[in-house]
């Protein structure tokens, strides 16, 4: 259907150790997806219910998505990535619709993890002042999105994370037992993490022997997320690659040698 297009479900290669800091979130995540990613069929043959989904919040930029990709990714489970602002937007007036085929292929894709980012915007509180025209229409999507939650009882190893930054925003049904019914908080990172994350994001560059990440992880860094370090690291690394590519060049023009060899580094071979 129409309605599908752009839904690919497909096994990530994010890992837990590409993610700086969160511990405990980690933790608590792997501990949380295992049985009913892995071990769906069990816990249905002895008639458990398996936990069903859970909530991320927290600043943006701190490792949500991150954390989502890679807890499929260690289940070897799809993952299925649904924005709140697209699902609403992108399939105007079908957006019932687009809840339903989520999830429809989320069951075919089973073992599948459904990650519904920026969930306030689908799921915010009903009832609220305003009534807007788009009102009614978001109270039938949020209305659709439970009722498919509800009916994946038993059926399917298919797990729901959600993410949102305004956590008391949600309509509380949503966090109901059998719903999104953990709740795990993605803080800013501490020192601790911002050095792990910046560890993680330069973890395949070479450093300088006086560059100090724990020092930057310090003052100078106080209240960054996850995503400024990782573009500090980012902008770091590739003013450093300036560096070295200018120097090549200047050593190659004072030695007479036409352009430099891109990536082969000094001391290119002569030819044979
Ligand atoms: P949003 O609420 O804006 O969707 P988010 O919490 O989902 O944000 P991510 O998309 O997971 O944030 O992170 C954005 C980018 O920031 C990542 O792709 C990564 O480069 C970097 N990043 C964020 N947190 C971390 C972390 N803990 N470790 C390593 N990189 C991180």
């Known amino acids: 259907p129409a309605v599908l297009r752009g839904l690919a479900p497909e096994v990530p290669d994010t890992r837990f150790e590409d993610i700086g800091g969160l511990q405990e979130v980690k933790a608590t995540l792997r501990e949380m997806i295992e049985l009913p990613l892995c071990h769906g069929k069990r816990l249905a043959a002895y008639g458990l219910p398996p936990p069903r989904g859970a909530l991320l919040y927290g600043p943006p930029g701190c490792g949500k998505t991150l954390l989502a990709r890679a807890a499929a990714a260690r289940c070897g489970a799809n993952f299925l990535a649904v924005s709140g602002p697209e699902l609403l937007q992108k399939w105007l007036g079908e957006s019932e619709a687009a809840v339903r085929a989520v999830f429809e292929a989320a ?21 609220g002042a305003g009534g807007a025209a788009g009102e009614a229409t978001a109270a039938r999507v949020l209305n659709q999105l439970l009722v498919e939650m509800d009916g994946l009882a038993g059926r399917g190893e ?57 020092g930057l992880a310090g003052e100078a860094t106080e209240g960054m997320s996850g995503a400024d370090l990782s ?37 290119a071979a002569p030819p044979a």
């Open 107 to 127: 069951r075919q894709a089973s073992p599948c993890l459904i990650f519904f980012d920026e969930v306030d915007s689908i799921a915010g509180r009903r009832g």
């Open 231 to 267: 573009e500090v690291a980012r902008r770091a690394g590739t003013a450093a690659i300036r560096e070295l590519v200018a120097a090549e060049q200047a050593w190659a023009a004072a030695h007479g040698q036409a352009g430099s060899s891109s990536g082969g580094g000094a001391g």
């Open 158 to 214: 298919v797990f729901i994370l959600a993410a949102t930054n305004r956590p008391q925003a949600l309509d509380p049904a949503l966090l109901r037992p059998g719903r999104l019914d953990h709740l795990l908080q993605v803080p800013l990172p501490d020192p601790p993490a911002r050095l792990a994350i910046l560890a993680a994001s330069l973890r395949r560059c070479p450093l300088a022997a006086d560059v100090d990440l724990a």
